[in-house]
């Protein structure tokens, strides 16, 4: 059962392939995502356009033009997108409400555009998501501590399959994640990747500026009581 939706509270939105299929099979389909994450945050209508980008093309130029394109208009965000992060066959997302169901429209644009780009890419049909998003509400301030850092080490599943057990290299772990494009963890490290997409003063004020130092204290100390679905 998902939580009511309410103006400036936090929720944990995430969702994985129907039958646990890959939703991103390659750079192409990870830059049209987080591009859809910046596209549809808006009350109005998409823009009508199909973006390709040639191969190792900073995706945030693109992004800047969007911006450019769009300081004509008053953008009006659906959702402050504080931390995203992509993996093979699912997505995390950590977001707040800014208007009244802006979580449901959002969600409802960005599941249904991605799977007409994915299904038209790849010449299928149906349904590409299992069933309808995940939501939890963060109710309490120890989830909120610990949540935007578990979304920003799910990567690390792809080296370290027991790293939540403790099980990684602490030097390794973060080098990887130095270089892991797919999620918002580069833009709070101190190096632009996709600052146009999230809305990062809220953690930046939150973790006092040191999100870095703090996320490497957390990776240290891994052991947690909270447990977190994947």
Same mark, same amino acid.
């Given at each position: 059962?998902?939580?009511?939706?309410? %103006?400036?509270?936090?929720?944990?939105?995430?969702?994985?392939?129907?039958?646990?299929?890959?939703?991103?099979?390659?750079?192409?389909?990870?830059?049209?995502?987080?591009?859809?994450?910046?596209?549809?945050?808006?009350?109005?209508?998409?823009?009508?356009?199909?973006?390709?980008?040639?191969?190792?093309?900073?995706?945030?130029?693109?992004?800047?033009?969007?911006?450019?394109?769009?300081?004509?208009?008053?953008?009006?965000?659906?959702?402050?997108?504080?931390?995203?992060?992509? !993996?093979?066959?699912?997505?995390?997302?950590?977001?707040?409400?800014?208007?009244?169901?802006?979580?449901?429209?959002?969600?409802?644009?960005?599941?249904?555009?991605?799977?007409?780009?994915?299904?038209?890419?790849?010449?299928?049909?149906?349904?590409?998501?299992?069933?309808?998003?995940? %939501?939890?509400?963060?109710?309490?301030?120890?989830?909120?501590?610990? !949540?935007?850092?578990?979304?920003? %080490?799910?990567?690390?599943?792809?080296?370290?399959?027991?790293?939540?057990?403790?099980?990684?290299?602490?030097?390794?772990?973060?080098?990887?994640?130095?270089?892991?494009?797919?999620?918002?963890?580069?833009?709070?490290?101190?190096?632009?990747?996709?600052?146009?997409?999230?809305?990062?003063?809220?953690?930046?004020?939150?973790?006092?500026?040191?999100?870095?130092?703090?996320?490497?204290?957390?990776?240290?100390?891994?052991?947690?009581?909270?447990?977190?679905?994947?």
């Amino acid at each position: 059962m998902k939580p009511r939706f309410v %103006a400036n509270e936090i929720y944990h939105i995430y969702n994985r392939g129907v039958e646990k299929r890959n939703i991103f099979v390659n750079d192409n389909d990870r830059f049209r995502f987080i591009h859809d994450l910046y596209e549809f945050n808006d009350e109005s209508p998409a823009l009508n356009i199909y973006y390709k980008f040639p191969p190792g093309q900073s995706y945030e130029v693109q992004l800047r033009k969007m911006v450019e394109q769009r300081k004509k208009e008053l953008r009006k965000p659906l959702v402050e997108i504080l931390v995203f992060c992509l !993996m093979e066959n699912h997505y995390h997302l950590l977001m707040r409400q800014n208007s009244e169901n802006g979580i449901v429209r959002f969600m409802q644009k960005l599941g249904t555009g991605y799977t007409n780009y994915f299904n038209t890419t790849y010449e299928r049909v149906g349904p590409l998501f299992q069933g309808r998003f995940k %939501a939890v509400l963060i109710e309490k301030e120890s989830h909120l501590l610990h !949540m935007p850092f578990y979304i920003h %080490a799910n990567p690390l599943d792809i080296i370290f399959s027991g790293w939540k057990e403790k099980k990684f290299n602490f030097e390794k772990a973060i080098i990887f994640l130095n270089t892991y494009r797919w999620s918002s963890y580069l833009d709070y490290a101190g190096k632009k990747n996709f600052p146009s997409v999230i809305q990062s003063e809220f953690l930046i004020d939150y973790f006092k500026g040191n999100y870095k130092k703090e996320m490497h204290a957390w990776l240290i100390n891994i052991y947690s009581e909270i447990s977190f679905e994947s």
